[in-house]
């Protein structure tokens, strides 16, 4: 269990940090991502190149972005969070000014295979 939180500490590090690199290292090849808002699937990919790819292309939308874990419990080998999140939009060109900021809960369950790779990530708020 505690290797398991560990992985998901690292993988929340890597967002925080805004890296890609060490945000996928520990994902499986097939790994499946859902993003839910308001009971809705908003966003789905399936395997680790669009993980990465939608990674990498979110890269720019945020000046800065950070999630908090508040919680984590251990269910059936899963492991989920309750997470505050934040982030800052980018501001744009023409503009000086911040851009604006998100601010919401939610939470996180992460899925394992028996290499302890990430099989699946679901985002809820």
């Not at 505690?2 to 929340?12: D, G, H, L, P």
């Not at 997470?83 to 980018?90: G, K, L, M, P, W």
């Amino acid at each position: 269990m505690k290797a398991r939180e560990t992985i998901v500490e690292n993988y929340i590090a890597g967002y925080n940090e805004m890296n890609v690199q060490k945000m996928v290292k520990d994902l499986d090849v097939s790994v499946i991502f859902k993003n839910v808002s308001n009971e809705r699937v908003d966003l789905e990919l399936h395997g680790l190149e669009n993980f990465r790819q939608q990674a990498e292309r979110a890269l720019v939308l945020f000046a800065e972005r950070k999630q908090t874990i508040n919680a984590v419990r251990h269910q059936n080998g899963a492991v989920e969070l309750d997470i505050d999140y934040y982030a800052r939009i980018a501001r744009p060109l023409q503009s000086s000014a911040k851009g604006p900021e998100l601010h919401f809960t939610g939470t996180a369950v992460f899925t394992f295979n028996k290499d302890n790779k990430i099989t699946s990530i679901t985002d809820t708020r």
